[in-house]
């Protein structure tokens, strides 16, 4: 395992840590917790460059509410 500390502009992290209250509102007692930490990590663990890029721009449109362009990585 290869451990990473990534430094997130704070309007990019602010999406994340406010993803994770989201889930942990939807889902209620967890345990552990859903943290934003894991949720970057979750990101970061399935994709390879391009598609890593296509699911951070596509994620960030849909928690601000943009409209979504169509996606030609995914299906």
Known sequence: MIT????????VAAEY?????????????TTPKIE???LIAF??????????CTQFDLALRVVRGEETPPNPVLP
């Open 4 to 11: 990473l500390n990534v430094s997130l502009p704070e309007a």
């Open 43 to 52: 990101t970061l663990s399935r994709y390879d460059a391009r598609d890593l």
């Open 36 to 38: 934003a930490k894991s």
């Open 17 to 29: 840590y406010q993803a994770a209250d989201e889930l942990n509102q939807r889902f209620g007692d």
